[in-house]
Every structure is written in structure tokens, then in C-alpha cells.
């Protein structure tokens, strides 16, 4: 039976999630809930995905109830506050990176989820997606990690607005905008699931003139070893990432959001070596996890739920080092 699903806002990841729910039978969107403004968007999705509820007033959906959880995709900086309300209502919730602001906030949630036994879950797709499964198992074969590196670079649409002088919460720190949460938050999940939590971490930020990250690069210390994670909305660039040992390397074409494309060099020198494909992923990239989220609330698996917990946490809490070291940023 398919989990009943009440969905939050109607952002740009929202209207990806719509277009393709219904190739997830895991799931059911019942209920659609918006701002007052937003409504107009809101009928179009729903009336495309075949939902007949759309609420404006989040109290108003929750009490009327119909579905088991909730899934949040607001702005940024709204996730902590749609996360509690959600929560404290009774609904399991599945929350949208970046999870929240800080790792305090994160932990708050997970605590208020704990006194209403409900499952709280980041919506994050890499851990989750076939190519992933295919890296952690081909790690070992490579040998001791002797160099990693990733990039998730993409123009937003929304930054030529902004060099207008025309406000988006894109490219708005009070709004937890920038490179740091809305990109590399997947190289540091990407990297986090492969290598662990860093020993140490540091953040060189490309700041505009409101101390937003319009891009930025974070150096991941692993004892000896550093992990470089670049992301970029301002400009365009190779999306890929690789890791390396002496036996040879890991291979990531496309966004660490998504693993297009994945593959191992193993032997060789010099870009040698025998070459082994990963699976590629036959459903939508956001599948993955919605399936994984339905399962852990269905089946109840609190071990699955508590590892998914650990990451969430772990990575929140190199955000907030990562932060520490860029002082000027907003």
C-alpha cells in the first residue's frame, strides 16, 4: 500500500517531485498545500497529477488529515518551522536539503520527532540512488583513498536577477541561499557516505557583496588526505568527481545529485586499467529516496532510520564547521 503524502509548498523541486509522482507507487500525494499566492501554480499541479485537495493555510490541511506524512520543499530558511509544525501535528515528514540552517536546528527536529514517534528523513538522492551502492562496493578495490575530488557547478537561472538588483531567496543569506547549502550539500554527502566525517574542514567562499557564496570550495582533511568539494551558482562547469588509491580510481560523471554516471579504473597506469560500468539509474533521480522514506515508515526499520539520522546530523555539523571558517560570509 502506497504511503499517503500531503505536499508543502510549490518551489522548483516541488514542481520536479509533481511531474513525476506518479511514477513512484510507493507514494501518493493527496493533499497539496501552498501559500495564498501560490494557489494558482498549485491548481495547475494538482489538477496534472490528479490531487484533489489544495489547502492555503497549513493548520487547515493538517486538521483535515487524509495522509500518513509530509513532504517539505519550501525555501531554505523556512524548513526548521514547516518541519516543527508538521511534526508536532502527528505526520512523519520528509524535509528537502538543506535540512536546516544549523546542526542545532537539525537536532531539535530530531528530538521533537522522538517524543511524537514519528520518522524524520532528509530528502537527499545520492545515498539512495544504484550508482551510489556501485561506489561504496568497488571502494576497497582501489586501496586507501589518496585523493578526492568533486564539482557541481550550474549557472542559476535566477542569478541574472540577481546581478539586477532583483531579490530571490537564491542568492539571500538571510534566506540560507548560496553555493554551500543549495550545492555542495550533495559533494558533502557524496563524500561523507564514501570517506566518513573529515577530521577537519575549511570553506574558501566566492562572496558577493551581500556575503552571499555565489560560489565556493570546501577542503575536506582526512588525516593526510583532503577531499576538495567545489560547487558553483554563478557559473558553468564540468559536473563530475573521482576518487583515487593505488589500485586504481572511482569515477563520477554528472551531478553528485543525480550519478548519471558512474565507473572504476582498476590496474593500470597512466589512465589505464580495466574499466567496470555502474549501474545506471532507471527511475527518476528523487524515486530513490521517497521509496526508501515509505519503506522506513511502513516497515518500521529504525536501523535504516537512525544511519539516515547519523548522516543527516554529520553532515549539518560540517556545515556549520565549514561555515566557521569563512567569517565573512553572511
Same mark, same amino acid.
Given at each position: 500500500?502506497?504511503?499517503?503524502?500531503?505536499?508543502?509548498?510549490?518551489?522548483?523541486?516541488?514542481?520536479?517531485?509533481?511531474?513525476?509522482?506518479?511514477?513512484?507507487?510507493?507514494?501518493?500525494?493527496?493533499?497539496?498545500?501552498?501559500?495564498?499566492?501560490?494557489?494558482?501554480?498549485?491548481?495547475?499541479?494538482?489538477?496534472?497529477?490528479?490531487?484533489?485537495?489544495?489547502?492555503?493555510?497549513?493548520?487547515?490541511?493538517?486538521?483535515?488529515?487524509?495522509?500518513?506524512?509530509?513532504?517539505?520543499?519550501?525555501?531554505?530558511? #523556512? @524548513? %526548521?518551522?514547516?518541519?516543527?509544525? /508538521?511534526?508536532? =501535528?502527528?505526520?512523519?515528514?520528509?524535509? $528537502? &536539503?538543506?535540512?536546516?540552517?544549523?546542526?542545532?536546528?537539525?537536532?531539535?527536529?530530531?528530538?521533537?520527532?522522538?517524543?511524537?514517534?514519528?520518522?524524520?528523513?532528509?530528502?537527499?538522492?545520492?545515498?539512495?540512488?544504484?550508482?551510489?551502492?556501485?561506489?561504496?562496493?568497488?571502494?576497497?578495490?582501489?586501496?586507501?583513498?589518496?585523493?578526492?575530488?568533486?564539482?557541481?557547478?550550474?549557472?542559476?537561472?535566477?542569478?541574472?536577477?540577481?546581478?539586477?538588483?532583483?531579490?530571490?531567496?537564491?542568492?539571500?543569506?538571510?534566506?540560507?541561499?548560496?553555493?554551500?547549502?543549495?550545492?555542495?550539500?550533495?559533494?558533502?554527502?557524496?563524500?561523507?557516505?564514501?570517506?566518513?566525517?573529515?577530521?577537519?574542514?575549511?570553506?574558501?567562499?566566492?562572496?558577493?557583496?551581500?556575503?552571499?557564496?555565489?560560489?565556493?570550495?570546501?577542503? #575536506? @582533511? %582526512?588525516?593526510?588526505?583532503?577531499? /576538495?568539494?567545489? =560547487?558553483?551558482?554563478?557559473?558553468?562547469? $564540468? &559536473?563530475?568527481?573521482?576518487?583515487?588509491?593505488?589500485?586504481?580510481?572511482?569515477?563520477?560523471?554528472?551531478?553528485?545529485?543525480?550519478?548519471?554516471?558512474?565507473?572504476?579504473?582498476?590496474?593500470?597506469?597512466?589512465?589505464?586499467?580495466?574499466?567496470?560500468?555502474?549501474?545506471?539509474?532507471?527511475?527518476?533521480?528523487?524515486?530513490?529516496?521517497?521509496?526508501?522514506?515509505?519503506?522506513?515508515?511502513?516497515?518500521?526499520?529504525?536501523?535504516?532510520?537512525?544511519?539516515?539520522?547519523?548522516?543527516?546530523?554529520?553532515?549539518?555539523?560540517?556545515?556549520?564547521?565549514?561555515?566557521?571558517?569563512?567569517?565573512?560570509?553572511?
Amino acid at each position: 500500500m502506497a504511503l499517503k503524502l500531503a505536499v508543502l509548498s510549490t518551489s522548483r523541486i516541488v514542481v520536479e517531485f509533481m511531474q513525476h509522482c506518479g511514477e513512484m507507487p510507493e507514494i501518493q500525494v493527496t493533499a497539496l498545500c501552498c501559500r495564498p499566492q501560490s494557489r494558482p501554480r498549485a491548481e495547475e499541479l494538482a489538477r496534472a497529477a490528479g490531487v484533489e485537495r489544495i489547502y492555503t493555510d497549513e493548520d487547515e490541511c493538517y486538521a483535515a488529515g487524509g495522509f500518513d506524512a509530509v513532504y517539505i520543499g519550501t525555501a531554505n530558511h #523556512l @524548513h %526548521y518551522a514547516a518541519a516543527k509544525k /508538521a511534526l508536532e =501535528a502527528g505526520y512523519h515528514v520528509i524535509l $528537502e &536539503k538543506p535540512f536546516t540552517p544549523t546542526a542545532a536546528e537539525a537536532r531539535a527536529l530530531f528530538d521533537l520527532a522522538d517524543r511524537k514517534g514519528r520518522v524524520l528523513f532528509e530528502a537527499i538522492t545520492t545515498h539512495y540512488l544504484p550508482g551510489y551502492a556501485f561506489l561504496r562496493g568497488m571502494l576497497p578495490a582501489i586501496g586507501p583513498v589518496r585523493g578526492a575530488m568533486a564539482s557541481f557547478c550550474a549557472r542559476s537561472a535566477r542569478y541574472d536577477d540577481f546581478l539586477n538588483g532583483v531579490w530571490n531567496t537564491t542568492f539571500d543569506p538571510a534566506c540560507n541561499g548560496g553555493a554551500l547549502y543549495d550545492m555542495n550539500v550533495y559533494n558533502l554527502h557524496f563524500f561523507y557516505g564514501l570517506l566518513g566525517k573529515p577530521d577537519a574542514c575549511e570553506y574558501r567562499p566566492s562572496l558577493a557583496e551581500n556575503g552571499v557564496d555565489t560560489a565556493g570550495l570546501a577542503v #575536506l @582533511h %582526512y588525516g593526510d588526505v583532503s577531499a /576538495a568539494a567545489l =560547487a558553483a551558482k554563478d557559473s558553468e562547469g $564540468e &559536473k563530475f568527481a573521482c576518487l583515487q588509491g593505488p589500485g586504481g580510481s572511482l569515477h563520477l560523471h554528472g551531478g553528485t545529485n543525480s550519478l548519471d554516471q558512474v565507473y572504476a579504473l582498476l590496474g593500470g597506469v597512466r589512465g589505464g586499467g580495466q574499466r567496470t560500468d555502474g549501474p545506471v539509474s532507471q527511475r527518476h533521480r528523487m524515486a530513490y529516496e521517497f521509496a526508501e522514506f515509505a519503506r522506513i515508515v511502513q516497515q518500521g526499520d529504525a536501523a535504516a532510520e537512525a544511519e539516515a539520522r547519523r548522516r543527516t546530523l554529520d553532515v549539518m555539523d560540517m556545515i556549520d564547521a565549514l561555515r566557521a571558517t569563512a567569517p565573512r560570509m553572511a
